[in-house]
């Protein structure tokens, strides 16, 4: 049933003209089409995604059709094959947050988050089938320092913005992942 829903997502991202001929194998999402926010917040094409690349959200995630796409390709490309047979493999991730209507950092008169145009992912901690829960606050600078900062790296290029750790207090538990584009390549912290 999964690949059904997987292949059945993947056929509703391609024929809107979603993913640009990437692979979205395993994406599984419903459409919802235009989300409406209070003032500048909103998301014009919206899909409600559950699963990517056979990795299950923790919590149903609305973001667009770019970010599903590119949340699924970096899970496939990099954060499967980064844990490989460890604890079974990698089974899903969890999500503190994705859309949101809310400014940078929930600051008062700062500039709107990519979260509140459903255009950025927080993840907090990787699922292992075992039950194996790596977590971004615990992990940093534990024992699984190694695969967590090569997840954050291998992520700067498919996504604009990557936060963590080492860029502010507000990040130190999660990664911070949007698809904004800026004048002078990716920014990584």
């Known amino acids: ?15 809107c003209g979603g993913g640009g001929g990437a692979s979205l194998d395993g994406l599984v999402a419903e459409k919802k089409g ?9 998301v014009e094409d ?3 995604v559950t699963a990517a690349a056979g ?17 699924n390709n970096w899970l496939a490309r990099e954060a499967i094959p980064a844990f490989g047979r460890r604890g079974g493999g990698l089974v899903a991730i969890q999500v503190p947050s994705h859309y949101a209507c809310r400014t940078r950092n929930s600051r008062p008169g700062a500039k709107l988050s990519e979260h509140a145009k ?24 534990g024992a699984d320092s190694r695969v967590l900062r090569r997840l954050h790296a291998s992520a700067c290029g498919p996504f604009g913005t990557v ?13 911070h992942f ?11 912290r």
């Open 1 to 15: 049933m999964k690949k059904i829903l997987g292949a059945l997502a993947c056929a509703l991202l391609v024929a």
């Open 34 to 42: 235009r989300v409406p926010g209070p003032g500048a917040c909103g």
């Open 46 to 48: 919206a899909f409600v």
């Open 55 to 71: 990795v299950r959200l923790s919590q149903p995630s609305t973001l667009t059709r770019e970010a599903a796409a590119t949340l």
């Open 118 to 141: 459903g255009r950025a992912i927080d993840i907090s901690a990787f699922i292992l089938a075992d039950g194996t829960r790596v977590s971004v606050l615990d992990g940093w600078n």
């Open 163 to 175: 936060l963590g750790p080492n860029s502010d207090v507000h990040h130190r538990d999660h990664f």
């Open 178 to 188: 949007d698809i904004a584009r800026h004048r002078s390549g990716a920014y990584c």
